[in-house]
């Protein structure tokens, strides 16, 4: 299978989220990064298992979902590009 590969816009995304958690734990930021990167570790062996994107109704762009959070994701070939990770109470329109 393919490799997992993060654009650095979803690492821009997983960074602005833990520095906000930050403010009232180190700790806990900390977790939610190591966690985060963790439930996309499936994808290499399972890319299909997201479910597809409401907004966009593409098979090939996919999300799982992480506590609050969506965990964007584009298959291209093999490979899986994470793409974004929002927070799922967010007004999310793709670019287009």
Excluded: N
Excluded at 10 to 26: C, F, G
Excluded at 45 to 67: D, T
Excluded at 84 to 93: I, K, P
């Amino acid at each position: 299978m393919g490799q997992v590969i993060w654009a650095p816009a979803a690492l821009k995304d997983v960074e602005s989220i833990a520095e906000y958690i930050s403010r009232d734990s180190s700790y806990q930021a900390a977790l939610f990064v190591s966690r985060i990167l963790r439930a996309t570790d499936r994808l290499e062996e399972f890319p299909l298992s997201g479910r597809e994107i409401p907004e966009i109704a593409e098979s090939s762009c996919r999300e799982i979902i992480y506590g609050a959070f969506r965990v964007m994701y584009r298959i291209e070939k093999d490979d899986i590009w994470i793409t974004a990770v929002v927070h799922g109470a967010q007004d999310w329109a793709p670019d287009m």
